[in-house]
């Protein structure tokens, strides 16, 4: 056999085993006949591919596919592998229940009887049955049984808890109970009585809050330009550079102090000024001192004023005649004498002096 040929058939076997392999992975037995059946549920909660297939508590095939019905795209179409000696009579269900508290789903088929000439053949419908988390766990003709188990052992455990004394254990909590209810009640009769007389005052606090919101509504422009203009003057105290103005005003008011004190300085020496002048006119007023004889002494005060008269008319004498107070000759030249001028103004001096 050649080396090529060797290699292919290897290469048949190894997919064959690695398909084989993967379906008996799904629970599918390639080397085992089975039969196919169909079931259709409107909720299959989980249902998947692979997913076991019991009579009995025996597996007896899988869940081989699932898909919707083409017809509605409602109804799911669940496709079972059952091994090829089951015979299944007409009447069998395939019940869709849970495995458990923890999930998981399984398909037991429950029938009656036996088949002999109309077992289902390969391909054909079963009917669904879909059972819920309780039903799965327990059979529903059980039920009545399991309640009344239950109902005994209940009534044993409250009947140990009170130990036959209705004033203790739950007879007690039950009574307290009762009687908390009772002032619950007689508390919402109260608050019931306290709404009712102040109705009017709760209508008239209604009233005035929303005569009070229809105010501030009415009046919601004058509110709205009221902030506007706060946010406006925040905007211009923040651009104002505050920091800057405060010491800019902090360095106006140090200059100022500096300017204060300048200025009572200059108020004492003017006070001091003031009191040196103040007694000089005391001495004034008392006739001490020059200035004191002048303003006291009317003798003194006449004498200078004549004194100042006739130096005026000297003055004004030798300005209009100086040849009578200076005499020059020139070449021995005899002087002419001095004729007093007829509109001489030291005459209306003399007179009235």
Known sequence: MKKEIRIGLFAIIAIALLIWGYKYLLGTNLLNRSNSYTVEYSNIDGLQASDPVFINGLQVGIVQDIFLKPEDL??????LNIGKEIKLPPNTVASLRSEGMMGGKLIVLKYEGTCSADCLKSGSML???EVGLLGSMVDPAEIDQYMAVLKEGLGGVVDSITNGDPNSGVNQT????????ANLKQTTIAMNHLFSQSSSKLSAVFSNLESVTGTLKSNNDQITGLL???N??????ASARLDT???KANQALGNSSDAIKSLESTLVQAQQTFAGLQSILQ????GDGTLGQLAQNKELYDNLSR????????LQDFRLNPKRYVNVSVFGKKQKEYTVPEEDPAFDTVQTN
């Open 232 to 237: 406006e003057i925040t905007r211009q105290l």
């Open 127 to 129: 009917q669904g049955e």
């Open 174 to 181: 039950v009574s307290d109970l009762r009687i908390a209810i």
């Open 283 to 286: 001495d004034v007023k008392e």
């Open 74 to 79: 409602k109804t799911l179409v669940v496709k």
């Open 228 to 230: 506007e203009n706060t």
């Open 245 to 247: 103005t405060i010491s």
């Open 307 to 314: 004194t100042a008269k006739n130096l005026d008319l000297l």
